[in-house]
């Protein structure tokens, strides 16, 4: 690939791969693997690590919206995708005949799905609200939520095949409780005569630590991009390897030599750290971030120590090595997490994909 900016992501699949197989060891076990590649796969590129994952042993991908689902569908015929976030303009339409398995969270949505797709008996899994607020049907919309789907799953619309809901990772004692909601709810809906055989509950954080949450499937997401969720442990620490590494180029010294200008801004997708808390590395030596301009980002000099010559590349985050910077201490310096790092990478940065497979 020819460079034609001053910063760039590599994105390395055998890394992501390895990440894909190390969950589906540590973090599964027993059950299924969802990887999510939602945010095109928090901004790694979706279709590519679509791809990836499946050819890693993942058993089936989440994206957000159905609009995100029939564009990797195009490229990944067969493996389930889950999407759950739907409004009243949602192609429900086109997601069943995509074949994409839907997230319902409302008797809304499922009279939307049975008039744009009848008889095509296409694959929910019905959402619960076990706490975090942020998606499902609540514990009292729930009992009509699952009698109206055992009504159209007889008349061969749809089949549910799962329940899930989303845990809030707050505490143990938090997802526990929500745990236990989550199988009251999935006793109501077989009450009701649905046979579901895919309960989910589990995304990155609980897969680790709340082996009891992985139930027949887990909804990985950071973990697998070698970005912790955790604040005490970093990926590399649970056996994960960043997938993206970023690198700007050093485009120029300031007229008296004590200060460098690298190729990459918040105009990129970068965060400015709060002051006084970035730093980059070259050769071993820090280099404080003084600030981050909408195209470049300025770095002061180590005492006594020369600035990186121009046309050097610094890595601002993801070398497996561990000597600069990782996505999560750019999440800290910003007061957010780390998804959001990788993330909100520019849509137009280059890629270079690295695939040695
Ligand atoms: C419903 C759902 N499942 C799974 C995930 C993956 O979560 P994580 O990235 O923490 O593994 C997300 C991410 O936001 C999500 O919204």
Partial sequence: MELTQHCYAEISLPAF???VRHAKKTLAGKAKLMIAVKSEAYGHGGLTLAHAAREAGADALAVLDIAQGIQIRAAEPDIPLLCWLHSPTSDFGGAARAGLDLGISGTWQLDLLVAQAPGMNTRVHLKIDTGLHRNGALAKQWPDLVRHAAAIEADGHITVVGIWSHLA???????????????????????????PSLLHIAASAAAAD?????LDMV?????????SPFGDRTAQELGFQPVMSVRAQVVSHSPRGDTATLGMGFGDGLLPPHAGRGWVTYAGVRYPIESVE??????GSAADVALPPVGEWITLWGDSRGESPRAEDWAEWADTIGDEVVSS????????????N
């Fill in 219 to 227: 909804r990985v997401g950071i973990i697998a991009y070698g970005v």
């Fill in 169 to 195: 990772d707050t505490s143990l004692e938090e997802d526990n409780a929500s745990l236990q909601r989550f199988h009251d709810a999935v006793e109501i809906a077989r009450a009701a005569g649905l046979t």
């Fill in 294 to 299: 909408a195209d470049h980002l300025i770095i």
């Fill in 17 to 19: 791969r390895a990440n």
């Fill in 345 to 356: 990478l520019g849509a137009h940065v280059q890629r270079k994909v690295i695939d040695e």
């Fill in 210 to 214: 709340v082996p009891e949450a992985r």
